[in-house]
């Protein structure tokens, strides 16, 4: 059974990066043509995709318009996680983040983690 | 950028049936999946590539998608589906994955 695990600060300050670690157990990181994926969701924005990261003979990222410049999604394959950094957050940013495996590019997205409840203030 | 539209809520009465739209441009050309969402937990996949149930899902959901709109159907609906859904789409145009704004579903 596939299981996702997620882990980081609930409190970050604004204009900090905001970090979040995703710990795989029953599938691999590496595995070919699965994305890993990381979503929030806000009352503001609902369910907002962020970033994802896939291995096909090398390793892609896709992220969105909405943050690019200021993510970054990285498998650890020696660890079997993946993780997300999103520097200089503002408040905007306060949402609870997920993340999830798709079993393929356009797949839907089958496994979550629990969610981390971010929020960004001083 | 891609935008899909649902309708806020949905009331239904036990064993009637619920269907949810999903509204976009040209959806019939692209693959949706659907979310049910329960409170303080994450979504769960219920409908992929427009009609496909994962394992667990029970039959009464099921999904169609033509022209310029997707629905999620819930058949015999029981009390245990009252939750938010959420379709999603990847759009093409800007390599992105696009979510509706929800639907809460209300078991009357």
């Known amino acids: 059974q596939v299981q996702l695990q997620q882990s980081g600060p609930g409190l970050v300050k604004p204009s900090q990066t905001l970090s979040l670690t995703c710990a795989i157990s029953?599938?691999?990181?590496?595995?070919?043509?699965?994305?890993w994926n990381w979503i929030r969701q806000s009352p503001s924005r609902g369910l907002e995709w962020l970033g994802r990261?896939?291995?096909?003979?090398?390793?892609?990222?896709d992220y969105a318009v909405s943050v690019k410049g200021r993510i970054t999604v990285n498998p650890d394959t020696s660890n079997n996680q993946l993780s997300l950094q999103l520097n200089s957050v503002t408040p905007e940013d306060t949402a609870v983040y997920y993340c999830?495996?798709?079993?393929?590019?356009?797949?839907?997205?089958?496994?979550w983690g629990q969610g981390t409840t971010v929020t960004v203030s001083s | 950028s891609y935008v899909l539209t649902q309708p806020p809520s949905v009331s239904v009465a036990p064993g009637e049936t619920a269907g949810i739209s999903c509204g976009g441009d040209n959806t019939g050309i692209k693959t949706v999946h659907w979310y049910q969402q329960k409170p303080g937990q994450a979504p769960l996949l219920v409908i992929y590539y427009d009609s496909d149930r994962p394992s667990g899902i029970p039959e009464r959901f099921s999904g169609s998608n033509s022209g310029n709109t997707a629905t999620l159907t819930i058949s015999r609906v029981e009390a245990g589906d009252e939750a938010d859904y959420y379709c999603q789409v990847w759009d093409t145009s800007t390599d992105h994955w696009v979510f509706g704004g929800g639907t809460k579903v209300t078991v009357l």
């Open positions: 999830a495996r798709s079993l393929g590019y356009f797949y839907g997205m089958d496994v």
């Open positions: 990261t896939y291995y096909s003979s090398k390793w892609y990222n």
């Open positions: 029953g599938d691999s990181v590496s595995r070919n043509s699965v994305a």
